[in-house]
């Protein structure tokens, strides 16, 4: 089945690409990102705050002996965290050689999604702001939002990504 796919994939680019994604909701919205830029998912940490950076870095995080930026999101989009205390996770990324975290409410599931259930952000909305969103998919009646993570991530918090 493998090799099948696999020329599918060289005879038939968007049509058969399937990606794996961690579903997860900031508000009243849910929200995906692929999984291979996921390292894991973790419950809150102690958070250590730093003076005179943007409003939606809520600091830093010792984890194992690494220190990581933490994005709060809700700040970012500007939305209302909503659900309890212990449903909120920390989902730590990387892009490249920047690691960092994002504070979100709750992580539902892991997921494959066709990319042609994805509309991208031209077909769906236009904002200065939607510039950091890569998508919306439609995955059994749901609407999933697609951010640009590395965008979001190597675009903001260093140099190197513009």
């Not at 399937?18 to 809150?44: C, N, P, S, W």
């Not at 005179?52 to 830093?60: A, F, L």
């Amino acid at each position: 089945m493998k090799k099948m796919e696999s020329r599918q994939e060289g005879a038939v680019t968007q049509d058969s690409t399937e990606t794996q994604v961690v579903v997860f909701r900031l508000g009243k919205e849910e929200y995906a990102m692929d999984i291979l830029h996921v390292q894991e998912i973790i419950r809150l940490l102690n958070i250590t705050r730093i003076p005179r950076v943007e409003k939606y870095i809520e600091g830093v995080i010792n984890l194992r002996g690494n220190i990581v930026p933490l994005l709060n999101l809700h700040t970012k989009f500007s939305l209302q965290t909503s659900g309890s205390e212990e449903e909120r996770r920390i989902i730590v990324c990387q892009f490249d050689e920047v690691k960092a975290g994002i504070i979100v409410d709750e992580v539902l599931e892991v997921i494959r999604l066709n990319s042609r259930d994805i509309e991208t952000v031209d077909n769906v909305y236009t904002s200065v702001n939607a510039e950091q969103i890569r998508g919306v998919a439609k995955v059994s009646g749901r609407l999933l939002i697609l951010p640009d993570m590395k965008k979001i991530l190597v675009g903001e918090t260093s140099e190197q990504g513009e």
